[in-house]
Nanobody
Framework: QVQLVESGGGLVQPGGSLRLSCAVS????????MGWYRQVPGEKRDVVAT??????ANYPDSKKGRFTISGDITNTIYLQINNAEPEDTAVYYC?????????????????WGQGTQVTVSA
């Protein structure tokens, strides 16, 4: 099992910045990659950024520029939000993709944090 605990959410003004943290614990050796997702009520959970074991970051085209993922997937990862926009208002979730050893190979698994609310408003 992998446990993920987010922190750092809150209220930020448009144009402001915020940094979210995700503390990682448990069977960290099973982590394949990590990421940040966000969700607004009534919509699907949407990927913001991913971070490979190598430290390589990836962003969907729609998220490039204002979001930066960083950190150490064996300890804590971060999401920096710059020039925040009202449309960034959402619950942000930390995610870990897992490769869990079985007797004959590996199986895929997922771990999610409990989420942290980010509200962008004047």
């Amino acid at each position: 099992q992998v446990q993920l605990v987010e922190s750092g959410g809150g209220l930020v003004q448009p144009g402001g910045s915020l940094r979210l943290s995700c503390a990682v614990s448990g069977n960290i050796e099973t982590i394949n990659f990590m990421g940040w997702y966000r969700q607004v009520p009534g919509e699907k959970r949407d990927v913001v950024a991913t971070l490979a074991i190598s430290g390589r970051a990836n962003y969907p085209d729609s998220k490039k520029g204002r979001f930066t993922i960083s950190g150490d997937i064996t300890n804590t990862i971060y999401l920096q939000i710059n020039n925040a926009e009202p449309e960034d208002t959402a619950v942000y979730y930390c995610y870990a993709n897992l490769l869990i050893p079985t007797g004959s190979g590996f199986r895929s698994g997922d771990a999610w944090g409990q989420g942290t609310q980010v509200t962008v408003s004047a």
